[in-house]
């Protein structure tokens, strides 16, 4: 299957357009493909990470009443995930390529009933979950002119030099812009940045998720085919009987590991600093900076982190299920070699797929809840000092 031309995966789009994958046309020149992403990313890092940094800095020793370090940090911490999230994902982009290939190949296993249905809804909550990173980004650069008259006030009454105000995100610069078109051209460039980090950077996290409702669909039939040929009298000698199953179990196992691994690299680090991100979009909530923006960030941020638990927890009770289903299952009336063989099974289905968040443990709704409770924290240690 042509991934990129078929594009069974819709959210697949923003990665092509935004230089986090080769498009076919891209792989006839892949040195400009690097050199477009790169100047992306190193200009996201420099005019929205850096700024940022440079930013907290001035004002945390100036220590100005009405100025508030809590939008630096969560612009510092989320800006800097979503680069390295860009870069990995684009360094690993053909076992990704060959990952989304494999999971989708029906030619030797079939393809389980539901399968189609799966990707058709996936895509369809894929499609509205980027109009939102969208329209939030939008939303968010109005909200940030909205609040720039805070700032300015603020500039000229305790003498701030070098401080942007109307910028997307806060920003500190070696010299003073007062011309309207640099300031124009300032805000338009971190606008622009940032729509090109934000939704790739959201849709791979997306991806995560529609994949392992494909493996679901995989687990099922697979489950489904196991009662079928357990009760025919010729498991042993037809095509798609015991051997069959077996290398098809063997085959999803593969595809998970392969998926586990790719997971853990790209994303498995993003859930490592969302708790102090949460932290920190409920500090400006709480004190009012910029409160309808911190809303947006702190919503698309928590659907990613909520995303990526599910799919952990569903990978992880999936493949366990397989063993809850061999095990309920007739096969203690069928031949002795067949049983030999459904040991075999049940003892290896007993370890499942996790995927893991680094170096926090596994992906699962336990970790959504320590995070949650974490971000408490960090509210409240932020609230007394920042």
Not at 3 to 26: G, H
Not at 35 to 41: N, P, T
Not at 240 to 253: A, E, T, V
Not at 311 to 329: C, I, K, P, Q, Y
Request: aromatic content about 14%; some cysteine.
């Amino acid at each position: 299957m042509d991934i990129e031309n078929d594009l069974p995966f819709v959210v697949l789009k923003p990665l092509y357009t935004n230089y986090v994958f080769p498009s076919k046309r891209d792989q006839f020149n892949m040195s400009k493909f690097f050199l477009i992403g790169a100047s992306y990313r190193l200009s996201a890092f420099v005019l929205i990470v850096i700024g940022a940094v440079c930013h907290f800095i001035y004002i945390a020793k100036r220590n100005v009443e009405g100025l508030n370090a809590s939008e630096d940090i969560v612009v510092i911490c989320a800006g800097f995930e979503i680069i390295l999230l860009l870069v990995i994902a684009t360094i690993l982009h053909k076992k990704w390529k060959e990952f989304f290939e494999s999971i989708l190949d029906s030619s030797i296993y079939g393809k389980p009933d539901d399968f189609d249905e799966n990707l058709k809804q996936t895509n369809f909550l894929g499609s509205w979950l980027l109009r939102y990173y969208f329209l939030g980004c939008i939303a968010y650069a109005l909200i940030s002119l909205l609040e720039a008259g805070n700032c300015s006030k603020i500039k000229e009454k305790y003498n701030l030099r070098n401080i942007a105000c109307y910028t997307f995100v806060p920003i500190w610069l070696p010299f003073d812009i007062t011309n309207r078109f640099y300031v124009v051209m300032l805000f338009t460039t971190q606008f622009f940045l940032t729509m090109k980090s934000v939704e790739p950077a959201a849709m791979i996290c997306y991806i995560v998720y529609q994949c392992t409702q494909l493996f679901l669909s995989h687990i099922e039939a697979l489950k489904k085919h196991f009662n079928e040929i357990i009760n025919a009298k010729d498991i042993e000698y037809r095509p798609d009987g015991i051997g069959y199953w077996i290398r098809y179990h063997n085959h999803l196992l593969k595809l998970g590991e392969e998926f586990r691994h790719l997971v853990k690299v790209t994303v498995g680090h993003v859930v490592l600093i969302s708790a102090l991100v949460f932290g920190c979009a409920e500090t400006q909530l709480i004190n009012g900076i910029k409160p309808f923006g911190a809303l947006i960030f702190f919503l698309g941020w928590l659907a990613v982190v909520l995303l990526l638990c599910h799919a952990g927890e569903t990978m992880m009770n999936s493949f366990l299920s397989v063993h809850d289903a061999v095990r309920d299952s007739d096969w203690y009336l069928c031949s002795l070699s067949v049983q030999k063989k459904v040991l075999l099974i049940l003892l290896r289905s007993q370890k499942p797929i996790c995927l893991e968040a680094v170096p926090l443990g596994a992906m699962n709704y336990s970790l959504c809840v320590m995070i949650i409770k974490t971000s408490y924290s960090y509210m409240t240690i932020l609230n007394r000092s920042v």
